[in-house]
């Protein structure tokens, strides 16, 4: 019997080559598409994924999750700029919809196996899951996946996974005459269509003015709101000192930004909550860590599991260490753990 996957399509190059890809497998595909607003870029995306899986002759379904959306993703990126800290969006859309939802629709269709157009690895190890870094380390997207179910990864398939360059994505994609290689890759944040972060938060949050100033209480100049603002930035503060500052904290309760100079900006010991953790057996291993992104990794000396939080020592201290954004933890390819900097 053939097996079936469900394929998150975008109409991007990547999940056209996850197509490609499942295609030459030989799966049974059923495309989907989510649709999560009304704004230009995700009309285009249901078009262009339709028009792929028409030339492909398989299903393609376009599911509303418009409502849903709002309220898992949109709501929590308000509300967390609102709580004086930094959203990662990417990370809570996968978990709630691009693999919370998938996976129930899989399971709705009674489907083997969700497939997506993500840079990460699975490997069954003795029939244990666990998630990997993609072979492409520059597009690895593991970081973005790690509050994913590690009840999902026994159905995941990443196409991309084990392969080396975006070139030779696009390449696939030249041979099998898909005219898409031009497109733009995805915005970072995918519902805010100009990527204008503060006219988007503008709609949500009335300016609200406060004070900024610096870390021994000194007057520097007046905010219009804290959200306009992050942990590290530099640029866009509108106050003059002889020498660079930074954000260096948010004070929720008094409406006010502190800033201080660069070298103020680190520390070696950070508190997550909202742990989730995929590889529980790699623990005690010797674990490096990231704070962000695009960050790099550094070596956990210590950790500490205290009722809902996690208590973590870096060897070497950290910049601008960001609260509302995750801290990701590796033991060599695979993701150990995932948690919500505090």
Do not use: W
Not at 159 to 184: M, R
């Amino acid at each position: 019997m053939d097996k079936t996957v469900l394929l998150a399509m975008s109409g991007g190059v990547d999940s056209t080559y996850a197509l490609i890809s499942l295609v030459k497998q030989g799966y049974k595909i059923t495309g989907v598409t989510f649709k999560i607003n009304n704004n230009a870029n995700t009309i285009k995306s249901i078009e262009d994924a339709s028009k792929i899986a028409k030339s492909y002759n398989i299903k393609h379904l376009v599911i509303d999750y418009t409502d849903i959306f709002k309220n898992e993703v949109i709501k929590y990126f308000i509300d967390t700029y609102k709580s004086g800290k930094t959203p990662n969006p990417c990370v809570i859309c996968n978990k709630k919809i691009k693999f919370g939802q998938l996976d129930k629709l899989r399971k709705k269709l009674n489907l083997d196996y969700l497939a997506t157009g993500h840079y990460a690895n699975v490997e069954n190890i003795n029939g244990m899951f666990y998630l990997k870094k993609a072979l492409n380390k520059k597009k690895d997207q593991s970081y973005f996946l790690n509050q994913i179910s590690s009840n999902i990864l026994q159905y995941c398939i990443f196409p991309l996974g084990s392969v080396q360059t975006k070139e030779y994505v696009k390449s696939i994609l030249a041979d099998n005459n898909i005219e898409i290689l031009n497109k733009k890759e995805s915005q970072e944040i995918c519902f805010i269509e100009d990527n204008n972060c503060v006219k988007f938060l503008k709609e949500y949050i009335p300016e609200n003015e406060g004070i900024i100033k610096n870390i021994n209480n000194k007057f520097l100049g007046i905010h219009k709101g804290i959200y306009f603002y992050t942990i590290g930035q530099r640029r866009g503060l509108g106050i003059s000192h002889d020498k660079p500052l930074f954000v260096k904290k948010i004070d929720i309760y008094n409406n006010e930004v502190i800033v201080a100079e660069e070298k103020d900006l680190y520390t070696d010991n950070i508190t997550i909550k909202n742990i989730n953790i995929l590889a529980p057996e790699f623990l005690n291993k010797k674990l490096v860590g990231k704070i962000r992104y695009r960050s790099d990794e550094y070596e956990i000396e210590d950790l500490q599991i205290i009722n809902a939080f996690v208590s973590i020592k870096f060897k070497e201290k950290q910049k601008s260490v960001t609260p509302g954004q995750y801290l990701v933890a590796y033991y060599n390819e695979y993701l150990v753990f995932g948690g919500e900097i505090t």
